[in-house]
């Protein structure tokens, strides 16, 4: 009897395993653009990347220590969360730099992101308790405007999150 079920839980494992190699066969791969093939290790040396590495490290940590104290609706989270997503998608764009911009990606750029990153998040804390029409609203939205257009202008067109 083991013999009968061991050998169907082969047979199985062999027929998933040709399974997945046709699903990948079948699968077309995206046509790799000249950014996206960019080799990350210039990228990952640079001080821009070591500088919103450092930021979005702070912040999972400060959720792992919110994680017994907080709830996830509390505001701390709240804003910690959007801001590690916020830095997330910015890593992002920092390794879709083209090889030839790469000397672009200096401290200050890296500082840049980091407050441009801390100034959305502050927006959207903002938002949560005030209508758009607000007068600190209004100034937050105009701050971060001021910080992705900085941007815009080191790196060109990075797909800035969309203005609120």
Sequence with gaps: MKKIVLST??????????????AAQQTPKPAATPAASAEPGPI???PAYAE?????????ADLF????DYTDQNPRVIDARF????????IDRLFAVRPDDVPKLTLALGKLIVRRAEIETELNR??????????????????AELFRDALKEIL??????ARR
């Design 9 to 22: 839980a082969l047979a199985l494992f062999g027929i998933f395993i040709l399974a997945a190699a046709a």
């Design 83 to 90: 801001e590690l997503a916020t830095l997330s998608k910015d």
């Design 44 to 46: 990952k040396s640079s």
């Design 52 to 60: 919103v590495l450092l930021r979005k490290t702070e912040l999972e």
């Design 126 to 143: 903002l938002l949560r308790t005030y209508n758009a029409d607000h007068p600190q609203v209004k100034r937050a939205r105009k701050k």
């Design 156 to 161: 060109g067109n990075t797909d800035a999150p």
């Design 65 to 68: 220590s919110f994680a017994d």
